[in-house]
């Protein structure tokens, strides 16, 4: 009898956390954790599936692979980052259920604020910071670092963009966008190590159509955008989804318009349940810096309706409906007259004394 | 005496030139592989038991015979001379001596490989031997052993030397390639492995200088003649680059069957330390494998006596053992401050860094920092169990090696010398007014202001 030639498995079946499921051969473990969802999908801070090459790099994402396949069941000796490893038939994967994982993963999250200020209450980024998030569930309590951290001036890149570099945690993921999405790349890393830096070219400024990007990647508060920040904070916005017919070919249309009463206080790309932009027919939806910050009109866009909001997420803790403004009620409290500003926070600093 | 197979000639007045080299017997090697079959050159190369002697210690053979072969996607030999870990200067050596020996082995190795284009990477600071090699490949190819149709063979091959800008991390494989290729040296996370893509995402194998000098030799005589030399899975020889405390530093070329013992205090190799001093500590294959006290160097934990090779140094793992790595052995007396050494292997490695992966990036200025702080005077013993905590958090869990090659001399340190950095912590006056001998800086330490 002719021997039976096996044909590969059309799908690998991987357990992750003890939960089985099957995906497509080429998918990474972090993908399949992610088709599973919840805890059992490891933290990410450098891959971001739009930005091909992206990860390997931050090592949130460590797991254990208990079994390496069906054929192969012997386990891997190192722990291996779930975003740049593809699934074998028959893998057996630990995230949360691994204490080697859980250890490791907290030595990241150490190193990761080393030299990263939690100047959560003044950063932009807070409520939308997937440091801070990672920080609250794999972190300590207290750090062990007693020695000075570095620090930069903030430097502006460009009409649209404020580079923060001390926040900046290298992920590479801005430097993938400048050369996958834009033309004319000014950017990049420069120096090495914890001296190692993102900057532009010789006093270049980066002013790409599809530059805006960058902050949406950037997965801490080191890219902020001129035109919002600190006009306000986003839990005090509502998110609305809009569209527009935009007439550069590149860019999707389909933004999120972050409202304050009426107006529009900022414009980002849309995002799914894992901080990435949204895809649309298997496209990333990334916008165009028209969309992003000359359209602040809600008459420029057509609204479709609010944005899905994890009602955990802090961004869903000040929902106001209506689009009211608020009642000023500080004269009032104070007998009529006008506050006296004592310090202003954002630009004094006790963690990070150059701001 | 133990044999020479690569410096056997180093003595001969004008080898560097390939009139001399070729009279004493040079390219025979290519001239006996054109004849030969790729594939039988890499039976030869794994009949010999040949391991990289960039530092891992992989058999060379196997290593070759993974190179991907696609139809019609030239293949790569890149030869890494890069040679930036501390202690290890070995291929200088060759490299500046006996240029020809390198080039010979590359046309035997590109030839087994099917590489019409091969690589010399070699160090910035190496500028001079930048000029020999080029002489070198003049010289060879003006004689017909490069370029078109090599002996009437019908193989075509050229060498190109690339310099490096000055970096450690340039000399692991994959971020040697991407400054190869013109890219900022960071490693590449794997897979694809080089012998799949590698230089030009072609299938690329990079093989240390001493390695591919070794082919030489093993075409010469045969991979089963070489495999006699030496003991166990150490074939061969081995060159050594010695330094430290002792009275004849320079570079051995030993065939693996001798002890420490003998290789330290014998004549024929280091000769003692000098001043009668007693033997602390050794780190025998490299700035980045662990560092052993003289007891655990001398004889292994089951107490035979600790031999120079790869299987003897590794014994008892990083307990009680440590590495062959590249050869760079490195030599302290009974006055070296193990505390200080540490904190010039740290600094190093800190400096080093790419810079990718968060473990290393943080991990390896955070110990610095310690170290200086116990090395100044101003530690405390929680200091101490700290190192341990971070070098623990950094192993294992980067990109590249370089993480582990930075946790590895912390960790054999408090492994075997907690005392002295107890010491340290518990007498700071004291500590401070140690003479370092060996130990200086091109510039100051700034202890840090938090401190
Ligand atoms: C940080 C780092 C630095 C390295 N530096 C060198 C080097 O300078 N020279 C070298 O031959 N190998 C070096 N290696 C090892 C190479 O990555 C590679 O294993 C070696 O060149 C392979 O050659 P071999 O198989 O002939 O030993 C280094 C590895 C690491 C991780
Ligand atoms: S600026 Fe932001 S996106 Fe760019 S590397 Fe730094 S943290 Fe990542
Ligand atoms: S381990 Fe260090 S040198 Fe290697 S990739 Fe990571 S940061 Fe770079
Ligand atoms: S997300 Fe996988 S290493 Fe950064």
Redesign the pocket.
Known sequence: MAEEVKAPPANFKVTIDNITIEVAPGTTV?NAARQIGGDVAPP????YSKLQGS???????LVEVAAGSTADPRPMPKLV????TNVMDGMVVKNITSERVIDARNGVVEFLLLNHPLDCPICDQAGECHLQDLGYSHGKEGTRYEFERRTFEKEDIGPYIQLHMTRCILCYRCTYVADQLTDKRVHGILDRGDHAEISTYISKAIDNDFSGNMIDVCPVGALTDKTFRFKNRVWFTKPIDAHRDCDNPKCCGKATLWLRGDDVYRVTTRKDEWGEVQSYDGKPGWICNTCRFDKKKTSDWVIEGPTKINRHSVIAQGHYENGVIPKDTTKEVMGGRAPKLLMDIHSVSEVNPNK | MGRKLLLDKANVPGIRSFEVYRREGGYRSVEKALKMSEADIVEEVKKSGLRGRGGAGFPTGMKWSFIAKPEGVPRHLVVNADESEPGTFKDRYLMEFIPHILIEGMIVSSFALGSNVSYIYIRGEYAWIVDILEEAIAEAKQHGFLGNNILGSGFNCEIYVQRGAGAYICGEETALIESLEGKRGNPRIKPPFPAVKGVWERPTVVNNVETIAAVVPIINEGGEEYAKIGVGKSTGTKLISACGNINKPGIYEIDMTISVEEFIYSDEYCGGIPNGKKLKACIPGGSSVPILPANLLLTTAKGEKRMMNYESLADGGFATGTMMGSGGFIVMDEDQCIVRHTLSLARFYHHESCGQCSPCREGTGWMEKILKKIEYGKGEIKDIDLLWDIQRKIEGNTICPLGDAAAWPVAAAIRHFRDEFEWHVLNPEESQKRNYGLAHYADPIHVPSAV
């Open positions: 972090l990410a801070m450098c891959y990860g390997g790099k931050c090592r949130t994402c980052p779930s975003c740049r």
